[in-house]
């Protein structure tokens, strides 16, 4: 197992029993992620794409609705939903359903991981614990950077606020009042749960991105929407379109905020362009993202990228500006298919369900402010007295 920093990760690789060429073979490098992975976001596929980078083989355990409500509060989406969403992100290869809430040695060694991965950020135990101390005491813990700009209680805030300025001007008043209630403990705002503006990078869409063009005999299937808040609903969607093809290369087609608005309207949508960009391209039956799709699929999108079949769910179609139906190029030319996913659950559906539980989800999200914000206070208090006594001793 590997017990020191991170750099011993890469040497371990190529060590391992002799193959029959007399050359040694790569030991495969295990590594464990854990969470709720409630309302599954970006920042939870970054967590995911940064643990599979430092190794080999991704397992990642998902925490029962029992557990997440006995620690932290009731969760979004079912544990099924959870369970399906990890699945579905492309750099994980194996999911645990169920794992226990504390990450032990055990849990490990069960399931031969060489190490665990988690956030810069603190996971805490209804009675206040650390949920990694015994893997970090016996050196057995990673950490990846924490992706800024994003948490589920900012996107909780965000459908609360019910207007259309929750991108633009988060100083807004009303904003400021939602996320102080979603985000705020009672001796003031952790620095884990609070909100920051997310900025898109170039980069950060290549880390995010396959960068595979399609091959020759691949079926091209096209889709568009605004999938926001991408949830089980878009994955049951995206995996029906997928198994349309022996070989397909799935591009999704994301409308810009203003369409999305003009077509749903209220405060839609949650997620702006840029953070529904990674979520889809984090999907595993996705091979590209067009950032900005024109709403109506027309001649020039299906030749630009030899587009064999466009296909749209059960939803419905809301016309384009003029009136007109924005498929019905790829109907003239009979490529047009409609599928039903057998899932009916929306982005309206999962903003209702937070509108109704409003006062748990709250009183979750203080709560959760209140461990952290008593765990840094324990942290500096900690290191004040380190200072003492070491000025001490250097006296």
């Known amino acids: 197992m590997i017990r020191n920093g991170s750099h011993a990760v890469e040497e371990e690789k190529d060590q391992g029993e002799p193959s029959s060429s007399g050359q040694k073979r790569k030991r495969v490098i295990r590594v464990w992620c854990d969470g709720c992975y409630d309302m599954v976001h970006y920042g939870h596929s970054n967590q995911l794409r940064q643990a599979k980078a430092m190794g080999d083989y991704l397992v990642v355990g998902v925490h029962t609705d029992e557990e997440i409500a006995k620690h932290k509060g009731p969760p979004v989406f079912t544990q099924a939903e959870r369970y399906k969403m990890i699945r579905a992100t492309k750099w994980v290869d194996e999911i645990v359903e169920g794992a226990p809430y504390v990450t032990t040695l ?5 399931y031969n991981c060489d190490f665990c991965v988690h956030g810069d950020d603190i996971t805490l ?12 005491r016996m050196g057995r813990y990673r950490e990846c950077k924490r992706t800024q700009g994003v948490s589920t209680t ?12 929750h991108h633009s001007n988060v100083d807004n008043a009303d904003y400021q009042l939602h996320k102080d209630n979603f985000g705020k403990g009672p001796k003031g705002h952790s620095p ?23 091959q020759p005999g691949d079926t091209i299937i096209y889709v568009a929407g605004a999938f926001d808040l991408f949830h089980i609903g878009h994955v049951d969607f995206l995996e029906t379109v997928h198994k349309q093809a022996e070989k397909p290369y799935v591009i999704v087609g994301l409308h810009f905020d203003q369409e999305v608005n003009r077509y749903k309207g ?14 889809v391209l984090a999907c595993r039956y996705v091979s590209e993202v067009v950032i900005g799709a024109p709403y109506a699929v027309g001649k020039d999108l299906l030749d630009h990228f030899k587009v064999d079949l466009v296909c749209h769910g059960k939803t419905e179609v809301f016309s384009d500006t003029d009136g007109t139906d924005p498929y019905a190029e790829p109907k003239k030319r009979g490529i047009f298919r409609v599928l039903d996913s057998s899932n009916n659950l929306t982005t309206d559906v999962i903003v209702q369900r937070i ?10 999200n203080q709560k959760k402010e209140a ?21 001490i001793t250097n006296n």
Request: proline share 2%; charged share 30%.
């Open 106 to 110: 055990e849990t490990l060694d069960k």
């Open 371 to 391: 461990k952290e914000m008593a765990v840094i206070e324990a942290l500096k208090n900690k290191e004040d007295l380190q200072k003492t006594e070491a000025a």
């Open 125 to 136: 135990t209804v009675d206040g614990k650390d949920t990694y101390d015994e893997v970090k």
């Open 192 to 214: 884990w749960t609070g909100v920051s503006q997310f900025l898109q990078t170039s980069q950060k869409i290549i880390q995010f991105a396959s960068g595979k063009e399609p």
């Open 266 to 279: 209220k405060n839609y949508p949650i997620m702006n362009i840029h953070e529904r960009t990674l979520s």
């Open 154 to 165: 900012d996107l909780v805030g965000r459908m609360l606020l019910l207007t259309k300025s």
């Open 355 to 364: 509108i109704e539980n409003r006062l748990q989800f709250e009183a979750r």
